[in-house]
């Protein structure tokens, strides 16, 4: 059995890294729960038509986030090999790909809107069900393009800025909520389209702000060159999609399953609001799953880096809850 002193500074570099992660995470719980509450003061109507429609964008984004995971291990290895120029060139190429599958996610929950009927949910829900999910698909593409960052400035070991981020942009959010859907302070009494406002808002704002950190912080200096020289091409796009699709396919399809159960809480209408605890659930998915990426990073690189890697293997396998991830955490085998 391997001395815990082997490991010591590497289970405090695993938590440095790690638990910001996880309140950033948790923020948008947080967010998601303060949501719910809100609105279901507001009007029970309005929550059962908010929780239909974001159990189908929960899998849209968590989707979308498992693509974005691609990036992580490929910018860690870059960073661990001191080729900036090549991590801010894979940033560019990274923005692009997630703009694209973000406007192809967009397309695709443009054509569920439009067919909308078919789910036949209460006619006295629709009109908080359209204009909410308007503005859900509005923030598609800013939710992607800041995974981009997020997940770039993970690969760098700074954490602790994009947890910055989301968590400012939480508050603004629940600030938002609570002056656009109760009409507080002069504000208009908006409802559910007021929580809908203000999301959007938040995640057009947290891209903005990772934008102008990109461009003016000196941490991000020694990758603008290689971002702004850097071209988009077809090698690492596809090491983008390589890597990213299947953990996007893997957290779509358990997203999905939830989804499925609850796609037609809308149906219960006023008469039994739905609880919104599968959002959560769903958010959570993301969380735990975050780790993947890192593991692959592990494996790309030599010596202590790798040591590094299996320490987190050890380190996150008994939180996740994934008994059948044992077999691919044996040092003998993955670690010789």
Avoid: W
Wanted: charged share 15%; proline share 4%; glycine share 12%.
């Amino acid at each position: 059995m391997m001395q815990l002193s082997v490991y010591k500074e590497h289970y405090k570099e695993t938590i440095r890294l790690g638990v910001p992660i996880m309140l950033g995470q948790l923020g948008i719980i947080v967010v998601g729960f303060a949501d719910n509450i809100m609105v279901g003061h507001h009007s029970t109507a309005e929550l059962a038509a908010a929780s239909f429609v974001n159990n189908f964008f929960n899998l849209v984004f968590i989707a979308g986030m498992g693509f974005s995971y691609g990036l992580t291990p490929i910018i860690g290895g870059y960073f661990a090999q001191k080729e900036y120029a090549k991590a801010g060139e894979t940033l560019k190429n990274s923005l692009c790909i997630n703009l694209i599958v973000g406007l192809l996610l967009s397309l695709c929950m443009l054509t569920l809107l439009l067919n909308i009927h078919i789910l036949k949910q209460p006619e006295e829900l629709m009109p908080y069900i359209v204009p909410y999910y308007i503005l859900q698909l509005f923030s598609v593409i800013f939710a992607m393009l800041f995974n981009s960052f997020k997940q770039f400035s993970d690969g760098t070991t700074d954490t602790v800025t994009p947890m910055c981020v989301m968590l400012g942009a939480n508050v603004l959010n629940i600030i938002g909520n609570y002056l656009l859907i109760y009409g507080n302070f002069g504000c208009p009494e908006l409802g559910l389209t007021g929580a809908g406002i203000s999301t959007l808002a938040s995640r057009i704002l947290t891209f903005g702000i990772f934008c102008v950190l990109f461009a003016k912080h000196s941490r991000y200096k020694l990758y603008r060159e290689g971002f702004k020289k850097g071209t988009v091409n077809r090698a690492n796009i596809g090491n983008l999609v390589r890597l990213g699709l299947p953990v996007g396919f893997q957290m779509g399809v358990e997203t999905g399953s939830e989804c499925h159960h609850d796609g037609v809480a809308g149906k219960h209408g006023t008469r039994r609001p739905p609880s919104g605890r599968r959002d959560h659930h769903a958010r959570l998915h993301g969380l735990l799953r975050h780790s993947g990426g890192g593991y692959h990073t592990g494996k790309q690189l030599p010596g202590p880096e790798r040591l590094a890697c299996h320490t987190a293997r050890i380190f996150c396998r008994p939180a996740s809850g994934h008994g059948d991830g044992s077999h691919r955490c044996s040092p003998d085998r993955d670690f010789p």
